[in-house]
């Protein structure tokens, strides 16, 4: 439970003054800064579902590194398999070594799209390495992407995924500094949208080289697909032979070891997983065709270069090939999924008794709470407008309560295998009480 609000100076405080001076924002990215919102705070220690401060104040964890802790923070037989590779050594870096080998395996018996993988150590990574073998394979340069799907920070893909209302069906940079050529040559389209998708095919099929998508678009709370959209946009883009990219970074082991795509049943020819893969050991991979992720195999001086001196290193591989293993032995998804719907079902339950104009959206182990919208969204236009301030007010009152999120109204909650019925209590407690109060 965190400390009462004090007019002494909190150790957290004088971590991030002087973190403000060294490193822009003081912190690593403007979205981890947003933190700062509800108070400064600095963490130094994570275990189970519990993040602990530099003061001591201890919270419940929904925010789980943005999605990658899927077991649960310092998961043993995880934290042991990555130590036991560092006792091996870090980085062979030429060759290639068996780790690799057996992660590459297992992603290729349990992702319906996968017969070869590339690692890499992002999902941002991933989703460039994806476009640069899809636009190989076509000789093609224009993407099609949806907005408020998010793939990751750089020029191809950081575009609208937060677009202003007046910037709809428009790339819009969501960065300063980006290329214009970039921009210009990435297409968007709203969400759950067949039709626009079919259209754009008609106007631009012979120029696309990939249409790429989050299954299950996250980075704005949650849509959830139709699933006559996912098979239209497979059907269009087989039928063009423009590859089909989906961006299981949050989906791929959070929600299924067999990914959205099997989920779903639709079966993309690229994907890109990261996040829950190493249970948040940096590790990513770009899987798919055989005939896409071979033109990967040439020498450096033929066919499509992906490189990096840290992909496949090894205790990120050794996380990942027992996260994967535990994801498949113990009913990790089941537990997630149930506790999900008891959330979603006691926030639902509150709003309606407090009378608070709201929704509670989400699937399996994600939730979001968006104040001043109603109806399940279905697109990102379905989630402009929503009541940020009064979000602010829920994480501010949360977090005074011991229950630790992002108070960006954007996000979502996530939910690990460490969370359990006690945790679910105490939250809707708090819950009940914030909402009392706002
Ligand atoms: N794709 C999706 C769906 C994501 O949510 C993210 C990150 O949040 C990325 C790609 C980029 O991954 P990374 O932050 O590891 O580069």
Redesign the pocket.
């Known amino acids: 439970m965190n400390s009462e609000t004090t007019n002494e100076t909190t150790e957290s405080e004088r971590i991030v003054e002087r973190a403000r001076e060294v490193i822009p924002g003081g912190a690593q990215t403007g979205l981890r800064a947003q933190a700062y919102d509800t108070g400064e705070v600095a963490f130094e220690r994570s275990k189970g579902a519990t993040l602990t401060t530099v003061d001591g104040d201890e919270y419940t964890d929904y925010h789980l590194g ?2 990658p802790i899927i077991l649960g923070h310092g998961y043993e037989a995880v934290d042991e398999a990555a130590r036991n590779a560092i006792d091996d050594g870090v980085l062979y870096g030429t060759g290639t070594a068996p780790l690799e080998v057996e992660v590459a395996e297992r992603l290729v018996d349990l992702l319906p799209s996968i017969e070869q993988v590339n690692f890499c ?7 460039y390495h994806a476009i640069r073998l899809a636009r190989a394979y076509t000789g093609n340069d224009k993407i099609l992407k949806f907005e408020g ?5 750089h020029d191809y893909v950081d575009v609208s995924v937060y677009p202003p209302e007046d910037g709809l069906g428009e790339g819009h940079p969501e960065s300063e500094g980006m290329l214009p050529a970039a921009v210009e040559n990435t297409l968007v389209a709203p969400f759950n949208d067949g039709e626009a998708v079919e259209e754009i095919f008609r106007e631009h099929g012979d120029d696309l080289a990939a249409v790429i998508l ?1 299954p299950v ?3 704005v709370g949650c849509l959830l697909p139709r699933q006559e959209f996912l098979e239209t946009v497979r059907d269009v883009t087989a039928d063009a032979d423009v590859p089909l990219i989906f ?5 791929g082991f959070r929600h299924s070891p067999h990914g959205a795509q099997g989920e779903f049943g639709v079966t993309p020819d690229l994907t ?1 997983v ?2 829950a893969l190493g249970n948040g050991y ?1 590790v ?1 991979a770009v899987g798919g065709r055989e005939d896409l992720l071979s033109q990967a195999g040439g020498d450096n001086k033929s066919g499509v270069v992906i490189s990096g001196t840290y992909s496949g290193n090894l205790p990120g591989l050794a996380a990942a090939r027992e996260t994967i293993d535990t994801i498949v032995a113990e009913d990790v998804q089941g537990h997630v999924s149930d506790l999900g719907d008891e959330y979603r079902a006691g926030l639902r339950d509150l709003l309606a008794d407090h009378g608070i104009d709201g929704r509670v959206i989400g699937h399996r182990s994600i939730f979001s709470v968006q104040f001043g919208v109603t109806g399940e969204p279905e697109n990102y236009e379905d989630i402009l407008g929503l009541d940020e301030e009064r979000f602010h007010e829920f994480a501010a009152g949360m977090r005074n309560r011991g229950h630790f999120f992002t108070p960006n109204p954007y996000k979502r909650h996530h939910l690990s295998f460490a969370h359990d019925e006690e945790n679910l209590a105490a939250y809707l407690d708090a819950a009940d009480d914030v909402f009392g109060n706002l």
Do not use: L, Q, R
Not at 149 to 153: D, F, I, L, P, Q
Not at 247 to 251: P, R
């Open positions: 943005f999605g150590n992002s999902g941002s990574e991933a989703t799907c998010y793939h990751g920070w989050e678009p996250h980075s961006d299981e970074v949050i989906t890109c990261a996040k940096p990513a």
